[in-house]
Nanobody, 122 residues
Framework: QVQLVESGGGLVQAGGSLRLSCIAS????????MGWFRQPSGKEREFVAY????????RYADSVKGRFTISRDNAKNTVYLQMNSLKPEDTAVYYC???????????????WGQGTQVTVSS
């Protein structure tokens, strides 16, 4: 069982930045692909980004490419999402997730955090 706890969400003005963190309670953190997803109010959960086991490979949704950066520190069991140039449409609950393969689908991830709210005001 892997427990994931996100932090770093909050209220920010458009154009601003936030850094989300997600810490995992597992001794095998480096064996998981880590992803970030988001769910706007009333909408389905959507892929944002994932990072490979070592951190050497990343993928992003087109909507965040060039603005968001995913990274991980396996020594700290932590994955990060640096979000720059935020837009009101980035407003959502952001979730980190752990899976065994590099994929964009929600169903490809086994463990999920409780989520952290990000609100971008215009």
């Amino acid at each position: 069982q892997v427990q994931l706890v996100e932090s770093g969400g909050g209220l920010v003005q458009a154009g601003g930045s936030l850094r989300l963190s997600c810490i995992a309670s597992t001794r095998t953190f480096s064996s998981y692909v880590m992803g970030w997803f988001r769910q706007p109010s009333g909408k389905e959960r959507e892929f944002v980004a994932y990072v490979s086991w070592s951190g050497g490979s990343t993928r992003y949704a087109d909507s965040v490419k060039g603005r968001f950066t995913i990274s991980r520190d396996n020594a700290k069991n932590t994955v990060y999402l640096q979000m720059n140039s935020l837009k009101p449409e980035d407003t959502a609950v952001y979730y980190c997730a752990a899976g065994v393969g590099m994929a964009r689908g929600v169903n490809s991830y086994t463990y999920w955090g409780q989520g952290t709210q990000v609100t971008v005001s215009s």
